[in-house]
């Protein structure tokens, strides 16, 4: 523990009776008010905008596009991207687990009962980040997708489709085996998955990505490593990395038509 | 060029997922150094 977080510690201890407060009334009627006033808000909101429930399904009804309530857009629009059992299992799986294992993966003792975002910079930017991932996709999700779930303006007409994608996405190991003219047949055959050079290589540019990342902040920052030990050092960094590549992956399909970095017969990430 | 920036406007959902993904972190970070600030000044007009 550093010195400046004991002094703190010793101070909280030595405090005198005259400078604290009881919990009863003091905090719990904060709390009640607290909760008071989100139930008020919670309900005015559900007033003046209700849920978009509708008819019972028919099929004669088949709307274009079907887009789930607006807090599930963001997961929605994570399946343009990413295969449906990674978008719909476990990237959400990945979120709850992440979001709960919290609590035990920060040793920082400040903050506790006050805000700070100075003592604790990593913390928060990191969760605005994954949070502010979250968010956009939620906006694209609900504002910009239209007719076939393409993307549309607002000044666009969003009652004309629009004309089919010309871009043709291509998995990671068919650029590689083009580029460096590699042999398409498999090195090893594990029953339906035939392992070629070029799926060798997309292994070891997505496990590299861990790799890299867990190997540089070690190395940069062993402050940071030091503090947060061996396991926590190890799970933080794979959530974070795991986030982080949530984000990298769109971009690697936006930008280079990549549809999938590894493919097996199971999974495609 | 325009097998990679052409339609659907790849260019424009590039630039609006990374500005809207920043400006929304940005906005949180702000947001929550704006309450750090203001419980500080608080406290010392107690």
Known sequence: MEISALIKNEAEKTRSPEDTVLVWPNLVYIELISILVATASLLFLSIISPAPLEELASADTTPNPTKAPWYFLGLQELLVYFDPWLAGVVLPTMIIIGLIIIPYVDPNPNGKGYYTFSERKFSVAGFSFGLGLWYILIVIGVW????????????????????????KLV???????????LPKEPLVTLGRYGITVANLITWVFFLGYYA???????????????????????????????????????????????KYLVVTPWFKI | MDEIWGYPHRLGITL???????????????????????????????
């Open chain 1, 144 to 167: 910009t997708r239209g007719l076939d779930w393409s993307w549309y303006w607002p000044w666009s007409d969003w009652h004309v489709h629009m004309s089919v994608t010309a871009v």
């Open chain 2, 16 to 46: 609006f997922l990374i500005f809207g993904t920043a400006l929304l972190t940005v906005g949180f970070i702000g947001f929550t150094a704006w309450l750090e600030q203001s419980f500080k000044k608080e406290k010392i007009k107690k």
């Open chain 1, 212 to 258: 890299v990342g867990f190997t540089v902040p070690f190395l940069l920052f062993r402050n940071f490593y030091n503090k947060l030990g061996l396991i926590r050092y190890n799970l933080v960094m794979f959530f974070f990395l795991s986030m982080s590549g949530v984000m990298l992956k769109m971009l690697l399909r936006l930008t280079f038509n990549i």
């Open chain 1, 171 to 181: 998995d990671l190991e068919l650029i590689f085996e083009n580029m460096f003219g």
